[in-house]
């Protein structure tokens, strides 16, 4: 590299965006092993940037998990992620949890309860039912996050 190119970029770098140097988001996933719509719900979020931990467990395991998550079965859907201090309850869009993540409510985390056909990893060509992901608070109650038409 020339001298001049390295100076000139050293000198820009304040101007570049710091999205561009902040690390992308680490989301552990907890599902189980058969279950193909949570497989293709994380290759919806691995492809819009966040990095994937899985751990396949039993359907008893998964359900001790949201019960300390404080994820009541209203609340439920068939997997459930943690990124950041947050719960990802099902099929929560990842635009939903990028924006949980820049607006940082004082909440435990997203849901989108059952699994909604249109929601991702519930894609079923054309037919798409409209959604809500809710955002949960400390208390337990929710409120709509996002509405998907």
């Not at 140097?21 to 290759?43: L, S």
């Not at 008893?60 to 990124?83: D, N, Q, Y």
């Not at 924006?99 to 054309?126: F, H, N, Q």
Request: with cysteine; glycine share 6%; aromatic share 6%.
């Amino acid at each position: 590299m020339k001298r001049r190119t390295l100076i000139l970029a050293g000198l820009s770098a304040p101007f570049i965006p710091q999205r561009v140097f902040a690390a992308a988001p680490r989301m552990n996933v907890v599902k189980t092993p058969t279950c193909g719509c949570c497989t293709a719900w994380v290759d919806h979020v691995r492809s819009a940037g966040f990095l994937i931990d899985i751990a396949d467990v039993t359907q008893e395991a998964l359900w001790a998990l949201k019960e300390s998550l404080s994820i009541t079965p209203e609340l439920a859907s068939c997997h459930t992620a943690r990124v950041e201090g947050y719960f990802i309850e099902g099929h929560v869009p990842a635009d939903d949890i990028s924006r949980l993540l820049a607006e940082r409510p004082d909440a435990l985390g997203l849901t989108v309860p059952d699994m909604p056909i249109g929601s991702p990893g519930m894609e079923m060509g054309a037919q798409s039912d409209a959604f809500d992901t809710l955002l949960v608070m400390r208390d337990g109650s929710t409120q709509v996050f996002e509405h998907h038409a």
